[in-house]
């Protein structure tokens, strides 16, 4: 079962996924450099808490 929050983090990162596979390295980097410190700790926040729910569901198989 995944609470609420952890659904959101799923969706930002699949759509995120999506953004980095539709779109070219040079829009990725122009996206990139105009985030503002904030969106880089949510960016950051959010693959802390994807590697933790990866790890959990790799301990359970």
Known sequence: VV???EAKVLQSY???NQFLASSN???VAAF???LDAAS???I???ATR???LRQAREEQE
Do not use: K, T, Y
Request: no cysteine; glycine share 0%; aromatic share 0%.
């Open 3 to 5: 609470s609420r929050q």
């Open 14 to 16: 699949n759509h995120l």
């Open 25 to 27: 390295p040079d829009i």
């Open 32 to 34: 990139a450099d105009h």
């Open 40 to 42: 880089v700790e949510q």
């Open 44 to 46: 950051e926040a959010i």
């Open 50 to 52: 994807l590697q933790a």
